[in-house]
């Protein structure tokens, strides 16, 4: 975990463009969010308030004007029962003249019918049951029957058993509902039958509809006992349901919230119902989803633009900041035709001018320096060629003097031809490079004066891959190294002297092995030479007579680069390794 943030981490800390980017968008899209957040949850509440105080007015209003629409319903029942054709049928039902009791009979049902349709808006029927002459009385719009049923008929049944004055009952499967009531005879309040309103519930639709219900909200008329008697609207409701929320209703009216819905209630006290209306929390959610919709398209595209602007912002108040970085982590300094790019007039274009200004005099300066260096050092180097070893020169003289007593006039001829060679081979210009081919051929006639010195004591190899001669090589490379071999190594051996030179190919470059057999270097002077050579201490030394490693390794590095130099190994008593890489691409034309 560690690990993961760090790498989440390492590109903010590494770069200020990245942290000025990540700030720059942080500080123009966080408040575009919350914005749209709040903006979204106000339009919620809003929503929710307007849809609570709308609904509940509604609520109050349509269980009142409800109440209002059963208390007409219920005055059509007390029309009748106060109704002298009903008086007259009660007192003259048992008469023993038969058509006394007809005549009333027949009053009664006239006066029914014509109860009824005064009412057929409000009325698909009304029934009448009179306990005493077992009589039942149906008016409906199609229909007006008297007769004797051999039981009590229902609904009147049900409703005599349950000893009320009066109950609203749902008509099975029909859509219709009785308004029922007790007929009680005034003097004792015993009961004389019963009369129920057949009534259609669509004739309350028009009401119920003020209540706005759609496919997600649903209105329902129940009673206290848990019952649904209508519904109307979108999803339905169980009786469980129905149940729990009516134990959380009070009198009156009202609302309260579960989980998942808003359920408004208005009762309605003198018939014990209740008009409750359910709408659930997806319908304001939805209303606030619709707005945050559009808020996330108007805040991406803010967002969008405000990260397009927030990134080159950040991107131009960066860029110098990262090119100074860039530059003064390459310390490169700028190019001879170069102008300041500099527009700014803050501190960022101040510190550019100033950086500007130190790497031009840092430029000069290591210009002057380098030209002093190199002349220095090309003098030095001419002063050496211009100057052969001393003791190397009066040596071979002195061998060309004895020679001329015992030898071969030809024999004294490649002697002084040999040294003729190295006169003008290395007082030419000491700049040039020449091919290995050339400077193995220097070598060979320093070694052939060495053998006509040692003749029974040296013995040398020299290996030439093919397709290496023509490789390009600073003069006076190889012999110097096989001088310092003689001088060093072998001079002070006793035995038999070896030296071997190998060039071949290698996959970094050309590779150049020269070995010898002499006493080897201390331990503590090769690692001094060791050290020099890695850190190009003193590649040029003022004063000495000759040209050593450090002066070879140099001028190596100065024509061909870093990547290339000597290397240098030995044991001590066993003999010294001289290591070269030179570049293959490169070669010269032989003269």
């Known amino acids: 975990m560690t690990r993961i943030i760090q790498f989440i981490l390492d590109p903010f800390q590494r770069s200020i463009r990245n942290k000025l980017i990540v700030t720059m968008i942080g500080i123009s899209c966080v408040p575009l969010i919350f914005i749209s957040l709040l903006a979204a949850e106000n339009t919620r509440r809003s929503v929710e308030a307007e849809v609570i105080e709308s609904n509940s007015s509604k609520i109050?209003?349509?269980?009142?004007?409800?109440?209002?629409?059963?208390e007409?319903?219920?005055?059509?029942?007390y029309t009748q029962l106060i109704n002298e054709s009903y008086n007259d049928y009660i007192r003259k039902m048992g008469d023993a003249n038969p058509s006394i009791a007809f005549n009333a009979q027949k009053g009664f049902v006239n006066a029914v019918t014509s109860i009824f349709y005064s009412n057929v808006n409000y009325l698909s029927g009304i029934q009448i049951y009179l306990n005493d002459t077992n009589k039942q009385f149906l008016v409906s719009g199609s229909n007006i029957e008297v007769f004797t049923p051999p039981r009590i008929p229902e609904p009147?049944?049900?409703?005599?058993?349950?000893?009320?004055d009066f109950i609203i009952e749902n008509k099975e499967h029909t859509g219709v509902f009785y308004l029922m009531r007790t007929?009680?005879?005034f003097e004792d309040r015993k009961r004389l039958g019963g009369i129920a309103l057949e009534i259609n519930w669509s004739n309350l639709d028009n009401t119920l509809n003020l209540l706005t219900p759609g496919s997600e909200q649903t209105v329902i008329i129940a009673n206290q006992q848990g019952e649904i008697l209508y519904s109307l609207g979108g999803q339905p409701v169980s009786a469980d349901q129905l149940i729990k929320l009516q134990n959380r209703m009070h009198s009156g009216s009202g609302y309260f919230r579960t989980e998942e819905e808003y359920v408004f209630y208005g009762n309605i006290p003198p018939w014990n119902l209740n008009v409750i209306k359910v709408i659930p929390s997806s319908f304001i959610n939805d209303s606030a989803r619709r707005t945050w919709q559009y808020a996330i398209i108007i805040g991406a595209v803010s967002i969008l633009l405000s990260v397009l602007v927030a990134i080159i912002i950040a991107w131009k108040t960066s860029k110098p900041i990262v090119k100074l970085a860039r530059a003064m982590q390459g310390m490169v300094p700028p190019k001879e035709d170069e102008t300041p790019p500099v527009t700014r007039k803050d501190e960022i274009g101040l510190l550019e001018m100033r950086y500007y200004n130190m790497s031009k005099r840092i430029k000069e300066y290591i210009k002057t320096e380098y030209s002093m260096n190199l002349e220095k050092k090309t003098a030095q180097l001419k002063a050496l060629q211009a100057q052969v070893n001393p003791h190397f020169l009066q040596n071979t003289l002195q061998l060309i003097g004895s020679m001329a007593f015992s030898k071969r006039p030809d024999e004294i001829y490649d002697v002084i031809r040999s040294l003729s060679d190295m006169f003008r081979y290395i007082i030419r210009d000491p700049e040039e490079l020449t091919t290995l081919q050339q400077e193995l051929d220097h070598v060979q006639n320093y070694l052939h004066i060495q053998k006509q010195?040692?003749?029974?004591r040296i013995s040398t190899y020299i290996f030439l891959e093919p397709g290496v001669e023509s490789c390009a090589i600073p003069k006076l490379t190889l012999?110097?190294?096989?001088?310092?071999?003689f001088i060093h190594g072998l001079d002070k051996k006793t035995g038999a002297w070896e030296i071997h030179i190998t060039v071949k190919h290698t996959a970094e470059g050309i590779f150049i092995l020269i070995e010898d057999n002499g006493v080897g270097i201390p331990p503590e002077r090769l690692l001094q030479l060791q050290h020099q050579l890695e850190t190009q201490i003193e590649p040029f030394r003022a004063g000495n007579e000759r040209i050593g490693l450090n002066n070879v390794a140099a001028r190596i590095r100065m024509h061909f680069g870093s990547l290339y130099g000597l290397s240098i190994d030995s044991q001590p008593g066993k003999g010294t390794a001289i290591r070269l890489l030179l570049p293959k691409e490169r070669s010269v034309t032989s003269d």
């Open 479 to 485: 012999q110097p190294i096989v001088e310092n071999a």
């Open 183 to 185: 007929i009680n005879r």
């Open 60 to 70: 109050e209003w349509t269980a009142g004007y409800l109440g209002e629409r059963f």
């Open 72 to 77: 007409q319903m219920n005055n059509i029942i």
């Open 453 to 456: 010195r040692f003749t029974s």
């Open 156 to 164: 009147f049944g049900d409703f005599f058993k349950k000893h009320v």
